[in-house]
């Protein structure tokens, strides 16, 4: 074959190639024609290894007329491949166009959903109203603390079970073991009484984290709402009261609680807040492990150890306190039986709420 009959019969295949291309109606219709008159095994491919046989001279012309029909075809396949996609793009659009014209006012209505609190926030703010109803003030504090205001101020020396790794999460930052996230809304109780001098009156709610396998009444990541009543001639019976005054106005007259002792190293004496399952009606169930009743908080009167650490007089002042588990006050007034529901982001059951 001579240069002359090759490019002639490039010419032809050039012709061939970009009639192919412009006929092509899908991106992925073009991208295998492309690959047809443009790829290792295309006739333009066959073509250049013909060159090898040609002379110098009919070589350097009929590889030239190679390099501009590839380069033509090219500059055509990237044209039409724009073109194509801009169309494809066009008709998806088209597609999902919605014609409110043709919708009533209603039917738009109808067809969104408005975003909503999520359970536990909303129970946070009804816990919060009835608090304040009773006389308190709402107060925050950080989520991540140090081990002086998370244990050590509230009487946890250093060998107490709290501390065990298995319980906290600790945080990298500082020396080991001296930051961690707030395993109770407690702390919040030390920040309060240094920053202001008694009388408090406050409810302390927020996030907590324990290192707790999750089942019906356990998460890792749960809510408290903490208590604190610092003043003066504050008794056991002052902290019975305001117990049983919560239950009734949040879960009703026919919901009761009851007090048994109970051990927590900020308080003393201390108490178990117990309240009627009120999955079970008190006749027992897998939520309250067959006892009628469901433990939602601890309380007890302030340690007077916990004063001294915060320079309050506990001679002239004394004070209680409480912690309610938010998620516990949820699950019991909406009869949830397993408090992982809460977390799993399941749509229907986040939509009864």
Avoid at 166 to 178: I, K, R, S, V
Avoid at 264 to 276: I, L, M, Y
Wanted: aromatic letters at 8%.
């Amino acid at each position: 074959m001579t240069g002359r009959d090759l490019s002639g019969e490039v010419a032809q295949l050039e012709r061939e190639a970009a009639d192919a291309l412009v006929a092509a109606r899908s991106t992925g219709e073009l991208e295998e024609v492309q690959s047809a008159v443009l790829g290792r095994r295309s006739p333009l491919a066959r073509a250049h290894r013909v060159l090898a046989g040609l002379d110098p001279d009919e070589r350097r012309a009929a590889g030239k007329a190679l390099h501009e029909a590839r380069t033509r075809l090219e500059t055509l396949a990237a044209e039409r491949a724009k073109a194509l996609a801009a169309a494809e793009r066009a008709a998806m659009l088209e597609r999902d166009r919605l014609d409110l014209t043709e919708v009533t006012e209603s039917e738009v209505r109808s067809a969104l959903r408005r975003g909503r609190l999520h359970l536990v926030d909303q129970t946070r703010r009804e816990l919060e109203d009835v608090f304040v109803a009773m006389g308190f003030t709402v107060a925050e504090g950080p989520e991540a603390e140090t081990d002086w205001y998370n244990f050590e101020a509230l009487n946890i020396p250093p060998a107490h079970p709290a501390r065990s790794m298995w319980d906290t999460f600790y945080l990298e930052l500082g020396q080991p073991e001296t930051v961690l996230l707030r395993t109770h809304t407690s702390p919040v109780q030390i920040h309060l009484m240094e920053e202001r001098p008694p009388p408090i009156h406050a409810v302390i709610p927020g996030r907590c984290y324990r290192r707790e396998t999750p089942d019906a009444r356990h998460l890792p990541v749960f809510h408290q709402i903490e208590g604190l009543v610092v003043d003066r001639g504050i008794t056991f019976a002052d902290l019975a009261g305001t117990i049983e005054t919560f239950t009734t106005a949040y879960f009703g007259a026919d919901i009761h609680s009851r007090l048994r002792p109970g051990y927590f190293p900020f308080t003393e004496p201390s108490a178990e807040v117990e309240v009627t399952c009120t999955i079970c009606r008190g006749k027992g169930c897998r939520t309250c492990s067959w006892t009628g009743w469901v433990e939602l908080a601890g309380c007890g009167m302030v340690d007077p150890a916990v004063f001294e650490a915060v320079g309050i007089d506990s001679e002239e002042w004394s004070g209680f306190a409480f912690g309610l588990g938010i998620d516990r006050c949820a699950q019991m007034r909406h009869v949830i039986a397993d408090m992982r529901a809460m977390v799993e982001n399941d749509v229907r059951f986040l939509r009864q709420f």
